[in-house]
Nanobody, 115 residues
Framework: QVQLVESGGGLVQPGGSLRLSCAASGFTFSREFMSWYRQAPGKERELVEGITRSGGYTNYADSVKGRFTISRDNAKNTVYLKMNSLKPEDTAVYYC????????WGQGTQVTVSS
């Protein structure tokens, strides 16, 4: 069965960095578009960034442009989200997602940006 397991979240000060990982299993990872979403308290889940199976990416959220970078390692079945210059408004639960007929989400990893 499809499984997505996020990790790497935590508490970080403004201006700091984190790298999130999403380990995938149960499908042919190298064939699928992968994406990161986030959901802040009281807000809707929003698309942060996506990456094609070949490693090209599209930055959808203007708020993270120039600060966040998505990447993938098809040999490790893992997609990453490197987050630099973090701001308090980046505080959210971060999820990875894949669509294979239906939508699959990981359990999420909490990122808290606070001094």
């Amino acid at each position: 069965q499809v499984q997505l397991v996020e990790s790497g979240g935590g508490l970080v000060q403004p201006g700091g960095s984190l790298r999130l990982s999403c380990a995938a299993s149960g499908f042919t990872f190298s064939r699928e578009f992968m994406s990161w979403y986030r959901q802040a308290p009281g807000k809707e889940r929003e698309l942060v960034e996506g990456i094609t199976r070949s490693g090209g990416y599209t930055n959808y959220a203007d708020s993270v442009k120039g600060r966040f970078t998505i990447s993938r390692d098809n040999a490790k079945n893992t997609v990453y989200l490197k987050m630099n210059s973090l701001k308090p408004e980046d505080t959210a639960v971060y999820y990875c997602k894949v669509v294979i007929g239906t939508v699959y989400w990981g359990q999420g990893t909490q990122v808290t940006v606070s001094s």
